[in-house]
């Protein structure tokens, strides 16, 4: 069974930063990709950032890009995610998702195991 853990979440203004962090318990965490979704209230999950094994090869959602950046310390079993520029519209709770494989994916269907989540809550 594969634990996740996330942390870091919490309330910031506009145009703020936080970092999240999920720690995995799964002994062959750097053989598979990691992910990031979020769920506002009232709408769907979506995708937001994946990383492959190597840490090499990144992908993220449009709304994103330039903003946020994901990285893992296979080390340490880690993943982080590094959110910068926040807006309201990245209000939401956060979910840490271990692959199912070792390349990037957007879709939820290559995660078997997911975090609890953390709420970030970003305020105009």
């Known amino acids: 069974q594969v634990q996740l853990v996330e942390s870091g979440g919490g309330f910031v203004q506009a145009g703020g930063s936080l970092r999240l962090s999920c720690a995995a318990s799964r002994r062959t965490f750097s053989d598979y990709a990691m992910g990031w979704f979020r769920q506002a209230p009232g709408k769907e999950r979506e995708f937001v950032a994946t990383i492959d094994w190597s840490g090499r090869n990144t992908d993220y959602t449009d709304s994103v890009k330039g903003r946020f950046t994901i990285s893992r310390d296979n080390a340490k079993n880690t993943v982080y995610l590094q959110m910068n520029s926040l807006k309201p519209e990245d209000t939401a709770v956060y979910y840490c998702?271990?692959?199912?494989?070792?390349?990037?994916?957007?879709?939820?269907?290559?995660?078997?195991?997911w975090g609890q989540g953390t709420q970030v809550t970003v305020s105009s």
């Open positions: 998702a271990a692959g199912r494989f070792s390349t990037t994916s957007g879709r939820e269907y290559a995660y078997g195991h």
